[in-house]
């Protein structure tokens, strides 16, 4: 790296080329402490205008506009070319520039992993439950799948939705490769909902379907409903929570099940309005019934001078199973009642209106409703205990083109028919009624899909008849309409497609598949949740690791390896250090995981491999930037 | 559904309580209580800890003073008669609802008043009602950006379901029957684990207490109380921690080793600063050995909380500004041993002194309790290099920026002068090291997050932050390379630069952050930072002008 020119030498030779050579001079240009300014200026300022759009949007917003925007990779490339140029412009290099010469390869490197990391690396998640393999990664990337029925080629489009979601006013059109039409997308929902249609099979090996719709006036809404004899998932549908409905070869007995009931539970309850989160509860038995007492007030009070006997208090029981039955005071005070299920029975011993404890006994301290409080004994009939059996309407099909219902509420028998397509029948919960749309000897099922409606105000009314059934119908799956356009101007009918699936357009002669969705990523080998483990801090629910251990099935291994992820510590397959070392693996990490089901995790899957030139780079950096500060020629006279 | 307090032991507990409206003074013994642990917020602390964490959490305050001429009482007291007597505090002012929006604007208290009954939180209906309305919003969309009225309202809610947990006696002090991290009881429910003599044992001593304490007894409180831990701890003396370990946390949080390491450093300045043109040679020497003991101060106080917490202290913002003290020290103590030139030592033990007085003086703001770490910052290698070296970086460039004043101050006293060539290279070497630091920990940021997330960089705010104050300082060394300005631009840059350190190290956490925009934190906070930086950039305008000028 020494040359035995001296410094004036050396610096005649410099000026000397820039005169004689245009490249020399380019590159004295190019690798200019100005543009080095400038660069360094432009960058901080933008990313820093990006932080803030990223924190008054979202991180789409940022990533659209800034980081992963063309201007700014082509401002990165601009960087690296004046970096390389400044470093050519003390050629020939000496001993005082190797720190110089390193920190300028290093960043030079590290920006060079980073472009191959982006073209040939990915980013994608797999979530994963226990016991079942899987390989296929989901990336964060929408893309349009496109087939032909002419050729069956199958071509995919990157579709971006995010930022500029399509819509009539500004629909996407996108010609489709090999033939003259185009295909327009004009709509998008983030919440489709499902809707299965029963349609005629040619297969006379198909089971039987029925379609119907329920429909509720008080509610407004209509829901399709389609079923099949087999298999098992398509015969039932539950009624979101409400009804159990099932479409079974023949109505069973209604009539099945009693039982005898065990011994009765006696319990007392304090019951403090201000703190229905923290009832006191002593049960005789020790075994708590569950049984849930709340004390309210229809007119609750506005300010403490209210006269306790201006206000409508209520007792509200809630069962186990979240059904509640509530009373005005007055009319269960030191009464005994008799609860919904015929047997159970509750007394309200006590009220107070300001309740404390003084010298043991409870007492009203004033007669303003500043603490109220009751005291109730419970005395539960255990067969109240079990849960109610949802009201059933089981459907069976009568010859070719009749159905035979039967509907059991409360374990009792309340109505049953025979119809066939056409016609209406009462469900006997709420104001619902189902229609036969279509009986099928032999049916398959279509699923096709819609935008949900906007889901009502699910906390408009705790009524326990009112379903937020159309909210739990609809998914948070998105979705988007599309159409086929030919040259001449005819449009086909729009089709929507919700994330995951493809729909089949037709325009004429041409059929052509159309899909939308996550981009997937297919693994060369498949991976399974062995166990998932989320060990707690101590005393409390919060969680201080996750643990997902996995097994790597991998075709070009004779046994499979075991590895685990968890917080900090990503799994590898394959997991030799070379392979890790360069980055010619996939790197499972730890990303999220379901609190209701402990049996699903989430991991982050990176295939990265700009890492060694990442690393590489990182290493030159602070080892250049230490020799340029620290590690000075001897030789050379001190610069202040 | 089961009740938290399902157990049949806790009615006659309840019955007996016996409310003595003219109770209790008394000043129970700190040594004894203390040795009385108990397991809270996922970590075994003396029980003093845990009063004086909760007083904080109530009223916001280390100390509770209703109103200004009433006597201060302290966390134990106030919460050990919360505790044995409830009904007593239904009506006292204990909670703090100070945002006045939530307070006046919602709740319709009074304006003035900063501290709250109970019955006054719990039962205003709007509240309730504004808390009802964000928990059906939270089942609709489960991570819905809160507003700031919405924020406040929800650590209300904490406040309050503080109080209650006290009043109802949650104080979890019965240990695991075996596992270490198992949980701990409320000594009412002691029968589950303990269901024989020394369990009855314990609760007698407890109840022997609580009478104790109704009768304004002090003395024989403490007796009990001291029997009580004594007999608690012989329940399971594997999973209670020791005695020692326990005075040793009460030690620590009596001792204030950081409160003496400034008045240590404040001290250091002054002596060196009035020194500077007399008695020089022992002035100097006077600031050194008080800068030493200051920094000897904050390695006590580092090592205890490492021993207490059994981590490195560098997760909070709390921590890192203690870190941030104890690193413009360290670097001072390092580069004034080379050049012996007092302006380290002097630049250094103001900037140690502003950050440790305001971690010391705004305890809520700056949460100094020690709490365990969140998953994805445990067990970390990289993690606590990584973090160790940014806020080194983030301390040398604050030793820069106090050099710079100097500097700057002296521009402004004479802005003719052309002798501070030495302290410009002093500023150099300074900067040299934030950059060395810096690009560093930037660096390994990406290797952690590389290892830990799963990839090498994505333009987090917090990376991106730290990566802008590096590029602000490179634009002001490589300007000083190209000749655009020389050591007065260095001082001007290193004022101006450290305000994107601050963006940072502060903004990204309180500005930035997403629903922190403005309140809360902010109230304290941000009008301070705010303060701060318009200060800074008036005082660079100043000598700018004052330079041009001359």
Same mark, same amino acid.
């Given at each position: 790296m020494t040359t035995p020119l001296t410094e004036a030498q050396r610096r005649q030779l410099i000026a000397d080329r820039q005169k004689k050579s245009a490249t020399w001079a380019i590159i004295h240009i190019l690798g200019s402490l100005k543009i080095a300014m400038f660069l360094l200026f432009t960058i901080a300022l933008a990313v820093a205008i990006a932080t803030f759009a990223e924190s008054n949007f979202d991180t789409a917003v940022a990533r659209h506009y800034f980081y992963r925007a063309p201007w700014f990779s082509a401002w990165l490339i601009v960087l690296c070319i004046n970096l390389a140029c400044a470093a050519l412009t003390r050629w020939p290099w000496q001993r005082k520039h190797l720190g110089f010469v390193i920190t300028h390869m290093g960043i030079i490197t590290l920006l060079i992993g980073a472009m191959v990391g982006r073209l040939n690396g990915f980013e994608a998640f797999i979530t994963l439950h226990k016991g079942t393999p899987l390989k296929r990664l989901i990336t964060q990337d929408t893309i349009l799948t496109v087939q032909s029925a002419r050729d069956g080629g199958l071509d995919r489009l990157l579709f971006p939705v995010e930022i500029h979601p399509p819509s009539e006013t500004s629909p996407r059109q996108i010609s489709l490769p090999d033939t003259a039409l185009q295909l327009k997308v004009d709509g998008y929902s983030t919440q489709m909902m499902e809707i299965k249609q029963i349609i005629p099979s040619p297969s006379p090996a198909s089971p039987a379907g029925v379609a119907l719709e329920f429909h509720s006036g008080m509610m407004g809404q209509s829901i399709p409903i389609g079923l099949l004899l087999q298999p098992e998932d398509a015969s039932t549908f539950d009624f979101f929570g409400l009804a159990k409905i099932q479409f079974l070869p023949k109505l069973p007995d209604a009539n099945a099940d009693k039982k005898k009931a065990p011994a009765t539970l006696v319990e007392t309850h304090v019951v403090l309005a201000a703190a229905p989160d923290q009832p006191i509860v002593h049960s005789a038995t020790n075994k708590p019934s569950g049984y849930r007492l709340f004390l309210g007030a229809e007119n609750p009070p506005t300010s403490a001078d209210v006269p306790v006997d201006q206000i409508k208090f209520i007792v509200v029981l809630r069962s186990p199973h979240g059904e509640d039955q509530s009373w005005p005071l007055s009319t269960v005070l030191n009464k005994t009642t008799t609860l919904r299920d015929g047997s159970s029975k509750m007394v309200v011993a006590g009220f107070w209106a300001d309740f404390a404890m003084r010298e043991g006994k409870p007492v009203s301290l004033t007669n303003q409703p500043l603490n109220p409080a009751i005291l109730v004994h419970l005395q539960i009939n255990p067969a109240a205990l079990t849960p109610p059996s949802r009201p059933t309407l089981t459907l069976a099909p009568v010859g070719k083109d009749q159905i035979a219902y039967q509907i059991v509420k409360q374990g009792k028998l309340t109505g049953q028919g025979t119809v066939k397509a056409g016609d209406s029948f009462p469900l006997g919960w709420a104001d619902w009624q189902a229609t036969v749309k279509t009986v099928e000897p032999q049916a398959e099922i279509r699923r096709d899909y819609a935008p949900a409606k906007s889901a009502p105000e699910a906390d408009k009314k705790d009524d326990a008849n009112s379903p937020q059934g159309m909210a739990l119908a609809s998914s948070n799956l998105p979705g988007i309409r599309a159409r086929l356009v030919a040259p001449d101007g005819r449009t086909s009918e729009p089709r929507w497609i919700a994330s995951g699936t493809s729909q089949v357009i037709t325009l004429g002669n041409e059929v052509i598949r159309v899909g939308f969705g996550l981009k997937p990523i297919a693994l060369p080998f498949s991976i399974t949740l062995e166990k998932f483990e989320v060990p707690r801090d101590e005393g409390t629910t919060t969680p201080a690791n996750f643990i997902s251990s996995l097994r790597f099935d991998d075709p070009t291994m004779a046994a499979p390896r075991y590895d685990t992820a968890m917080m900090n510590t990503p799994a590898m397959h394959p997991g030799d250090f070379w392979r890790s070392l360069l980055g010619w693996n996939y790197k499972f990490s730890q990303a999220q995981w379901n609190p209701d089901d402990l049996d699903e995790t989430t991991l982050q899957v990176l295939y990265d491999p700009g890492w060694p030139f990442k690393w590489t780079g990182s290493l030159m950096i602070c080892l250049g930037i230490a020799v340029m500060f620290y590690f000075k020629d001897p030789k050379r006279p001190k610069q202040i | 559904m089961k009740s938290p307090i399902s157990n049949l032991k806790f009615l006659p507990l309840v019955l007996l309580? %016996?409310?003595?409206?003219? #109770?209790?003074?008394i000043v129970p013994d700190d040594a004894q209580l203390a040795q009385l642990a108990v397991q809270d917020r996922g970590r075994k602390k003396p029980f003093t800890t845990l009063a004086q964490e909760s007083l904080l959490t109530l009223t916001g305050k280390s100390d509770y003073q209703p109103t200004e001429v009433s006597p201060k009482q302290n966390a134990a007291t106030v919460l050990i008669d919360l505790w044995m007597q409830p009904d007593k505090w239904e009506?006292?002012?204990?909670?703090?609802?100070?945002?006045q929006p939530l307070?006046?604007? %919602?709740?319709?208290?009074? #304006?003035?008043?900063?501290l709250f009954s109970y019955r006054e939180v719990a039962d205003s209906v709007p509240l309730r009602t504004l808390l009802t309305d964000l928990q059906r919003q939270r089942m609709r969309t489960p991570n819905v950006e809160l507003t700031p009225l919405q924020k406040q309202a929800q650590q209300l809610a904490e406040r309050v379901r503080l109080y209650e947990s006290w009043a109802h006696g949650q104080v979890a002090l019965v240990p695991h029957p075996s596992k270490a991290d198992g949980v701990w009881l409320p000594i009412q429910d002691i029968g589950t684990y303990y269901n024989d003599a020394s369990g009855a044992a314990a609760q007698n001593a407890f109840v022997a207490a609580r009478e104790a304490w109704l009768k304004n007894d002090t003395t024989t409180f403490d007796t009990a109380v001291g029997k009580l831990s004594k007999q608690l701890a012989a329940l399971s003396p594997g999973v209670y921690p020791t005695p020692d370990e326990l005075s040793f946390e009460r030690f620590y949080q009596h001792f204030h080793p950081f409160r003496w390491a400034w008045i240590a450093y404040a001290l250091a300045a002054i002596v060196l600063g009035v020194t500077s043109g007399w008695l020089e040679k022992p002035g100097y020497k006077l600031g050194w050995i008080l800068i030493l003991l200051g920094f000897g101060f904050q390695i006590f106080g580092f090592y205890s909380r490492i021993a207490i917490a059994g981590r490195p202290p560098v997760t909070n913002m709390y921590e890192t500004v203690v870190w941030l003290a104890f690193g413009t020290v360290l670097f001072a103590i390092i580069l004034e041993a080379i050049y012996r030139c007092r302006y380290f030592l002097l630049a250094a033990a103001p900037v140690a002194v502003l950050s440790l007085v305001l971690a010391d003086a705004l305890p809520t703001v700056l949460d100094s309790s020690i709490n365990p770490l969140v998953p994805v910052l445990r067990n970390n290698f990289w993690l606590i290099i990584h973090v160790l070296t940014i806020t080194l970086s983030y301390a040398a460039f604050a030793l820069a920026m106090a050099v710079a004043h100097i500097v700057l101050g002296k521009i402004l006293a004479n802005p003719k002068r052309n002798d501070l060539a030495p302290l410009h290279n002093y500023l150099y070497r300074t900067l040299q090291v934030g950059v060395l630091l810096l690009a560093t920990g930037t660096i390994l940021g990406g290797v952690w997050a590389n290892y830990s997330w799963g990839r090498f960089w994505d333009w987090d705010p917090k990376e991106t932050w730290a990566l802008i104050a590096l590029l602000c300082y490179l634009l002001v060394l490589h300007g000083r390379i190209a000749g655009w300005w020389s050591g007065f631009g260095l001082a001007v840059g290193s004022v101006v630069c450290f305000l994107a350190v601050l963006m940072a190290w502060y903004g990204v956490n309180f500005v930035l952050g997403k629903g922190l925009?403005?309140?809360?934190f902010g109230t304290g906070g941000y009008s301070y930072a705010l303060a701060f930086v318009i200060a800074e950039l008036i005082f660079v305008a100043l000598a700018i002008f004052k330079k041009r000028a001359a």
């Open positions: - | 309580l %016996v409310s003595s409206a003219f #109770a209790a003074d009506r006292k002012p204990l909670i703090q609802v100070s945002y307070a006046v604007g %919602v709740m319709g208290l009074p #304006a003035k008043q900063k925009h403005s309140y809360g």
